[in-house]
């Protein structure tokens, strides 16, 4: 089987894993909301909605589904939700109210 073959296949199987669930990404016990991106061959792949940056296909297990509420600031900020309140699982690396 060719692998262009595969990659509808495997589309359809990620939409199906990250159906109504979060991501983590790799060991960090960081949830992020899942947003879906088209890749150069047209095949649309799980992603971080705030883009956080990994390195991997999301085949290889690098992604992975999960139940947990949405702990990344970021996403929740894209999301609408208040990010002002602190969260255990993210460090904060700098203040988000800062002026300028």
Do not use: Y
């Not at 109504?20 to 971080?48: C, E, F, L």
């Amino acid at each position: 089987m060719q692998v262009t073959a595969l990659a509808p296949r495997l589309a359809a199987a990620q939409r199906q894993v990250f159906a109504n669930r979060r991501m983590r990404i790799g060991r960090s016990k960081v949830s992020h909301a899942v947003a879906w991106q088209t890749g150069a061959d047209g095949v649309p792949r799980p992603v971080p909605a705030c883009h956080t940056g990994w390195w991997g296909t999301g085949a290889g297990g690098e992604l992975m589904a999960t139940r947990w509420p949405v702990t990344c600031r970021r996403c929740r900020r894209i999301d609408g939700e208040d990010t002002t309140a602190p969260d255990v699982l993210q460090l904060e690396l700098f203040r988000l109210d800062t002026p300028g």
